[in-house]
């Protein structure tokens, strides 16, 4: 999936930087200092969960949190119950540091959600929940057999409640992440290493290296991929030559 904008609130230098679009090749131009680094850093907070205090902004408020927001453009058709009021995939981080010292994270989607608060976060619970739904609306589905998933329940759930309207509303993410990517293959989130010029230049030193081992990791293991799946097509095709 591709970046749309990004949304940045008490990070750094940034107080608040909303939806900043995003494009195919993206330069930011600007005098030192100006917080250019500060977006790509950001970003690196967001996919990789580095955070620490130099992170805070120093004038936030009192009981406000760092935010890292993202939205995602859909390469193909996604229900709309799991899409902003835009029609993207909405994704935020907020990070803070308990009185411990600790980092609390919390990972959320945003999504034009049923205005009831009997029927909402479709995309975010279980089957039996979503079985729930449908019986209580009234809903006829069957409970097994190979054309009913739970994304055809949902379908049937967006279509059989639109009286009751829509409304934006913020769940947790991490099992809306895990269904959504059941139900639709292409939604992956991107890869994003960090590469700072400012650290130690020299080339055989591991603070350089370190910046480097998680491209090389994904390379390896898309390779490791790559090639079972090509010795998998050979075998299935010399087995359908004899």
């Known amino acids: 999936m591709k970046i749309f904008d990004i949304t940045v609130k008490n990070f750094r230098g940034i107080s608040e930087l909303e939806k900043l679009k995003v494009g195919e090749i993206n330069s930011f131009v600007g005098k030192n200092d100006a917080g250019k680094s500060n977006i790509l850093k950001a970003l690196n907070t967001f996919f990789n969960e580095k955070f620490d205090t130099n992170d805070i902004f120093k004038g936030i408020q009192e009981g406000c949190k760092t935010e890292i927001a993202l939205r995602f453009e859909p390469s193909e058709e996604v229900n709309s119950l799991a899409l902003d009021s835009d029609g993207k995939i909405h994704l935020k981080k907020t990070f803070e540091f308990n009185s411990k010292g600790r980092v609390v994270k919390t990972f959320t989607y945003i999504c034009n959600d049923l205005n ?85 230049l020299n080339i055989g030193s591991t603070t350089f290296q370190n910046q480097f081992k998680p491209i090389a990791t994904d390379s390896l293991n898309n390779s490791a991929n790559l090639k079972n799946q090509i010795e998998t097509n050979l075998k299935t095709d010399l087995e359908t030559e004899f």
């Open 116 to 200: 009831s608060p009997d029927y909402s976060n479709c995309w975010g619970i279980k089957e039996t929940e979503i079985n729930a739904y449908c019986s209580s609306l009234g809903i006829d589905y069957s409970r097994s057999g190979r054309g009913v998933t739970n994304l055809s329940k949902i379908e049937l759930i967006n279509d059989n409640t639109t009286d009751l309207g829509r409304v934006e509303k913020e769940h947790e993410a991490s099992d809306f992440l895990k269904n959504i990517k059941k139900q639709y293959d292409f939604v992956e989130l991107p890869v994003y290493s960090l590469f700072d010029a400012e650290q130690d």
